[in-house]
């Protein structure tokens, strides 16, 4: 089984819905947010990330050939915001759909405020993936590519990290519902917000 076509597989019956994005087509600058501020390794994939908020990667999902990655509003506390396939896998019984978090189990929670795909979304996705995950044939905390495939998947490491880590610091970036966009329109329009 090859478990790059696998993942591809389920991801792309999602790509363009909401800002869910999927490799090849992530945006390199939202990769390049994502990757500085998650911390996530130059070697690891990303295969599809959904923002919940506008512009940057200001807060949302990434997921990844090793595993899930979230920020969330300062609001939204969890305990880690990583998980590999592995621990997903083991905290599957425990996943739970609040109508703006999805509870990952053992305190992750990842704040779904401000995405119009609902929490039970994220969810399914990932539930598709642990199948696929615990049906590869290798021993590993993640996905296992074939090395003579992964030249098809993008993958853009951004060359100054910290500058893009402390830019997207401010936790105060509006929310993707529809009171922010219409006041981030009205800022870009004319210059200023309305309160």
Do not use: C
């Amino acid at each position: 089984m090859d478990m790059q076509d696998e993942m591809l597989g389920v991801l792309t019956l999602y790509h363009g819905e909401n800002d869910f994005d999927v490799n090849p087509y992530i945006p390199s600058k939202i990769e390049h947010y994502a990757r500085a501020s998650l911390g996530i390794s130059d070697d690891d994939y990303i295969m599809a990330t959904m923002r919940t908020s506008f512009g940057k990667f200001h807060r949302g999902l990434v997921i990844s050939r090793d595993g899930i990655y979230w920020l969330n509003s300062p609001l939204v506390e969890t305990n880690v915001n990583h998980l590999s396939w592995r621990e997903l896998s083991d905290r599957k019984s425990k996943f739970r759909s609040h109508p703006r978090s999805v509870s990952l189990g053992d305190g992750a929670v990842f704040d779904n405020k401000g995405s119009l795909n609902k929490s039970s979304f994220i969810i399914n996705i990932l539930d598709l993936l642990i199948v696929r995950y615990e049906a590869q044939e290798i021993e590993s905390d993640g996905f296992v590519f074939d090395q003579t495939k992964v030249h098809t998947l993008g993958r853009s490491i951004p060359d100054d990290k910290e500058t893009l880590k402390a830019e997207n610091i401010d936790h105060t970036a509006p929310t993707a519902d529809i009171g922010s966009f219409i006041n981030n329109v009205v800022k870009k329009l004319f210059g200023k917000s309305q309160n």
